[in-house]
């Protein structure tokens, strides 16, 4: 993995996306939904030992020239 795509608590998420969260022996890696600009926070458990991996970056759907509900070809 790109050290770029790994985070750690205090890390500002650099998009927007799934992020896999790595806990320190107490549960199982899971996935969030992490908005860019987002500083990562610190587990409640494992306090700082917690990582973050980018996994699947992903743009609002506002922001989708397709989709979003502003008309960008004006």
Avoid: Q, W
């Amino acid at each position: 993995m790109e050290p770029s795509l790994r985070f750690r608590p205090g890390d500002v998420a650099s998009r927007s996306g799934i992020y896999r969260v790595h806990h320190y022996a107490h549960r199982p890696p899971h996935n969030v939904f992490v908005i860019a600009g987002t500083i990562l926070p610190m587990c409640k458990r494992c306090h700082d030992k917690v990582r973050f991996d980018s996994v699947l970056a992903a743009d609002s759907i506002d922001s989708d020239v397709d989709l979003s509900k502003s008309d960008f070809a004006a």
